[in-house]
């Protein structure tokens, strides 16, 4: 459907010619309650092959059918990409030079502690607050050590 996730993704799934299984039966979909139909079956009664709701609270997309019986593998790859590229979280990451544990970061605040293994330590005040690490450095290593109760920092 033009304007949807799945725009000008085509394709074909299995009727039990390609090695997989004969979906003689696919689930029609309709939209309902803010959702749209992002995807529709060629051929047939041409009905929603794939939903979509783009909420503020959370998304989702349904297909009707196996995504394992789509024939053309780049055609299954490009399906479950633009699914979720509408699912993952689109804000970019902060990217964090974690040498100076006197800067906080979004929740996160540092102490430099001189038995602490590297000099410091981070720790979140909230509850499900995250990070994420990366390194170019082959080399080098880290260590994760989570707790939870009191007396945490």
């Known amino acids: 459907n033009a304007g949807s996730i799945f725009a000008g993704i085509n394709g074909h799934f299995d009727d039990s010619s390609g090695g997989y299984y004969d979906v003689r039966y696919p689930d029609r979909l309709g939209a309902n309650g803010g959702s749209t139909v992002a995807l529709t079956y ?20 349904n297909v009707g059918f196996p995504l394992e019986t789509v024939t053309d593998a780049n055609v299954r790859a490009a399906l479950i990409c ?68 009191p007396d945490q920092g």
């Open 42 to 61: 060629s051929g047939g009664t041409g009905d929603g092959a794939a939903i979509v709701y783009d909420g503020a609270d959370f998304k989702v997309v």
């Open 82 to 149: 633009a699914a979720a590229g509408i699912l993952v979280d689109d804000a970019p990451p902060q990217i964090v030079d974690d040498a100076d544990y006197g800067v906080q970061y979004a929740g996160w605040s540092g102490a430099v502690d001189a038995a602490a293994y590297g000099g410091g330590y981070r720790t979140a005040g909230a509850v499900n607050e995250w990070l994420a690490y990366s390194s170019a450095a082959p080399t080098t290593a880290m260590s994760l050590i989570t707790y939870r109760g």
